[in-house]
Nanobody, 129 residues
């Protein structure tokens, strides 16, 4: 069982930055493909989670939603058993609960919800104008 724990959420002004981290306990993340998803206010159903960024098992492939491309960066540090989401140029529309997710070994990066088996509890990000 993979248990994921997110941290680093909080409040920021528009144009500011935050870095989210996600670690796993009791298991190494190195064989897994990893992703970040978000759920905006008023969209509480699991199917309404939006894929934000993903990274392949080897870390060589990344994929971003158009809405965050050029502003967010996903990375992984297998030595620290952690995946990160660096968020720059934050906008009020980025306000959401952010979830990290782990899926099977993949050479590519995926933003499909169904490609992930394990989810963290989420961390709140609030961006004010």
């Amino acid at each position: 069982q993979v248990q994921l724990v997110e941290s680093g959420g909080g409040s920021a002004q528009a144009g500011g930055s935050l870095r989210l981290s996600c670690t796993a306990s009791g298991v190494t993340l190195s064989p897994y493909s990893l992703g970040w998803f978000r759920q905006a206010p008023g969209k509480e159903r699991e199917g309404e989670r939006e894929g934000v960024a993903a990274i392949s098992t080897g870390g060589t492939k990344t994929y971003y939603a158009d809405s965050v491309k050029g502003r967010f960066t996903i990375s992984r540090d297998n030595a620290k058993n952690t995946v990160y989401l660096q968020m720059n140029g934050l906008k009020p529309g980025d306000t959401a609960i952010y979830y990290c997710a782990a899926g099977p070994r993949r050479w590519y990066a995926s933003l499909h919800l169904s490609d992930y088996n394990y989810w963290g509890q989420g961390t709140q990000v609030t961006v004010s104008s």
